[in-house]
């Protein structure tokens, strides 16, 4: 087991425990809608985090202006992001929601590298993958069973949360790849998600109101622009450093079971016994991903080191060529 990739997996699990918060929080917010949770909180998150990073936005000018498709793809992606994923919560619930959500993810990433970057998937991956989307299946069916749920409302919301997920893989792999062409993590994540930040404030102008409208639905806003977003993004940042956009979207499966466990004894939101199996199934994600073998230190000692990201050009084939 390399030390190197396990950090990275413990970085983008502490993040997926901070991601998972945020579906309950918001139901603290009942008077805001989805879009002003969502550009609240990535919109204030994003640009806080391009506020950090100016000195290396700063020193990696130049390196940004050359890659400025990559910037605007990740930054689209960013600002499509919250909207759908809260928009689906909202619509869904909190557990499928978020289910649904992060379930997608790791798919569309790993189609993604497979198609984009022609980058082969392990086998590790796919019984991750599988075994994520398995729990996954097995809790958004517990809430479908449950006769208080509307069947057009959850359609949506599942639609919405396919959208989340595609968009969460292309940031994931925008900033990945950013890296990989030896621009400093800062850097790459605060001109991802600050360029994506400030495309959401129109639509924090123009949905906001109920966030100032009292003082609970101001610390729901701020407590999710600053904790699961601001400083949740730059843990991610950080495991990107050490795994694949496809690993860290295949860890993050672990968020779904936070925010069921949450929906349900907080929210109140009901789990039957079949969503129980699906939440343990999820569990053993992080397992597998966290025993499998990779070939990192080798890579590492081969590639060298550039910008302190040296394993993610090429060692960030850790698990597609394990």
Same mark, same amino acid.
């Given at each position: 087991?390399?030390r ?5 997996v413990?970085?983008?699990t502490?993040?997926?425990i901070l ?6 929080a ?14 609240? @909180?990535?919109?204030i998150?994003g ?7 100016l000195?290396?936005?700063?020193a ?26 809260y ?10 929601g ?6 997608? @993810?790791?798919?569309a ?5 497979l ?10 991956w796919?019984?991750?993958?599988g075994?994520?989307?398995l ?9 479908m ?35 990989v ?9 605060g ?9 959401l ?5 123009a949905t906001g ?16 622009a600053l ?12 495991g990107?450093?050490r795994?694949?956009?496809s ?18 004894l ?39 080191s550039?910008?302190g990201v ?12 394990a």
């Amino acid at each position: 087991m390399n030390r190197h990739h396990l950090v990275g997996v413990g970085a983008i699990t502490l993040t997926s425990i901070l991601w998972g918060t945020t579906g309950t929080a918001a139901t603290f917010a009942p008077q805001a809608g989805p879009l002003a949770i969502g550009s609240a @909180a990535l919109g204030i998150g994003g640009l806080l985090q391009a506020l950090i990073a100016l000195p290396a936005l700063n020193a990696a000018r130049a390196q940004l202006r050359q890659s400025l498709p990559l910037v605007a793809t990740g930054a689209l992606a960013v600002a499509v992001y919250p909207l759908a994923f809260y928009g689906s919560m909202h619509l869904a619930g909190v557990a499928v929601g978020t289910v649904v959500s992060l379930a997608s @993810a790791p798919l569309a990433s790993g189609i993604l590298e497979l198609v984009v970057q022609r980058r082969p998937l392990s086998r590790w991956w796919l019984l991750a993958a599988g075994l994520g989307v398995l729990g996954s299946v097995l809790l958004c069916s517990s809430k479908m069973a449950d006769p208080m749920a509307s069947p057009g409302s959850t359609a949506v919301g599942i639609a919405l949360g396919l959208v989340a997920g595609a968009t969460y893989a292309v940031f994931s792999w925008a900033a990945h790849n950013l890296m990989v062409r030896g621009i400093d993590r800062a850097a790459s994540m605060g001109a991802v998600f600050g360029a994506g930040g400030a495309l959401l404030m129109p639509v924090l102008a123009a949905t906001g109101a109920p966030l100032v409208a009292s003082a609970e639905a101001f610390a729901v806003a701020a407590y999710m622009a600053l904790v699961p977003m601001f400083l949740g993004y730059l843990f991610f940042g950080f495991g990107l450093t050490r795994v694949s956009a496809s690993t860290a979207t295949t860890v993050t499966l672990s968020e779904p079971g936070v925010a069921a466990v949450l929906a349900v004894l907080v929210v109140g939101e009901a789990l039957t016994a079949v969503g129980w199996v699906g939440l343990g199934i999820i569990s053993l994600v992080l397992v597998v991903l966290a025993a499998a073998p990779t070939n990192s230190v080798r890579l590492q000692a081969r590639a060298g080191s550039v910008n302190g990201v040296s394993t993610v050009g090429r060692a960030g084939r850790d698990l597609e060529r394990a």
